[in-house]
Each structure stands twice: as structure tokens, then as C-alpha cells.
């Protein structure tokens, strides 16, 4: 199941969220919040946001939209393609 990054709609599979907590040495629902902050730069040691083109702005849109909504990753799957 592919959650997306709100900067530039990129997918990432929701079970990547376990490798940046294990990455982070962090919780889950730390990476989760990491994830709702930085988007993609959730990868970027930095602690920088997202900087990367825009991938999909309808999915960026959907993305920000899930994540107001709830702050649990399993609700942000939603793909802006069935809306």
C-alpha cells in the first residue's frame, strides 16, 4: 500500500515507514510524524523538507488533504486516481 509525499506526490510503500524508524532509531508513529512533516526529505539526514520536482500535484494534493485528516499512515493511502 503506497502512501504519498505532500511536497511532490511521489508513492512510497507504507512499510518504509518501519525502515526510517529503524534508520532513525525512532518509533513508528515518530517516522509517521517525520514522514507527515518532511515528506520524501524523510530520508535526507538534513532534517530538510522535500525539495524534489514535482512528481504528481493531484497526488501532493490528496496526500496534504489524508494527513489533515488522520494521523495514522494507514489512512493517507489514498490515490488521488479514484477520487
Not at 11 to 22: N, S, T
Not at 58 to 76: F, G, L, R, T
Request: include cysteine; aromatic fraction near 10%; charge should be negative.
Amino acid at each position: 500500500m503506497d502512501i504519498y509525499c505532500h511536497r511532490c506526490g511521489e508513492p512510497m510503500e507504507v512499510d518504509a515507514l518501519h525502515d526510517i524508524a529503524h534508520e532513525f532509531e525512532i518509533t513508528y508513529a515518530d517516522a509517521a510524524k517525520r514522514f507527515s512533516e518532511l515528506g520524501c526529505g524523510v530520508w535526507d539526514h538534513s532534517g530538510e523538507p522535500c525539495n524534489a520536482p514535482m512528481f504528481s500535484p493531484k497526488q501532493s494534493v490528496v496526500a496534504i488533504a489524508s494527513m489533515v485528516m488522520s494521523d495514522h499512515p494507514d489512512d493517507w493511502a489514498a490515490d488521488a486516481d479514484f477520487l
